[in-house]
């Protein structure tokens, strides 16, 4: 995988939902993303995060665990090592989530499963961490 440029500016200073600090939970893993630091669109698949960070990326598989040799480092006890994997299918020709075999689970849309497609707006629930995903214009399917 290639290293792309990494963004960075100024954190979201609003606090996240219910008066609770920014999420200390969000740990940044640089590899393969760009940090969004402004209003400039960027085209991949993105992330966003309880805190209103948001990462995104323009390569597959996408790693999401407590681990740091993950893409997306969650820094949460109910969130395994690594607990689920990003990826294009050919089969369905979209993009997929799948669980690892995470002990907390995988959570789409507020429904548990195992593996499912990731459509625009999904809502992604690992352990106790909550994300949000948005395809803003991926750029090749299949780069696996």
């Known amino acids: 995988m290639s ?16 008066g609770k600090e920014p999420s200390e939970k ?3 893993a640089a590899r393969g993303a760009t940090m969004e630091a402004s209003s400039e669109q960027v085209f991949g698949l993105k992330f966003i995060f309880e805190s209103g960070e948001s990462k995104t990326f323009t390569s597959l598989p996408i790693l999401i ?14 969130v395994s090592a690594t607990h689920a994997r990003v ?4 089969r369905v020709r979209g993009i997929c989530i799948v669980d ?3 002990l907390n689970g995988l959570y789409i849309n507020d429904q548990p499963t195992s593996r499912n497609t990731l459509q625009d707006g ?9 994300l949000v995903f948005r395809d803003t214009g991926y750029i090749h399917p299949g780069s696996e």
């Open 87 to 90: 990826y294009y299918d050919d």
């Open 26 to 28: 969000v740990e940044a």
């Open 100 to 102: 690892t075999d995470s």
């Open 65 to 78: 665990g407590r681990s740091e040799q993950n893409q997306i480092v969650l820094g949460d006890k109910s």
């Open 122 to 130: 999904a809502k992604i629930r690992l352990g106790n961490i909550n």
């Open 3 to 18: 290293l792309f440029s990494r963004r960075s500016g100024k954190k979201d200073e609003q606090k996240a939902q219910g």
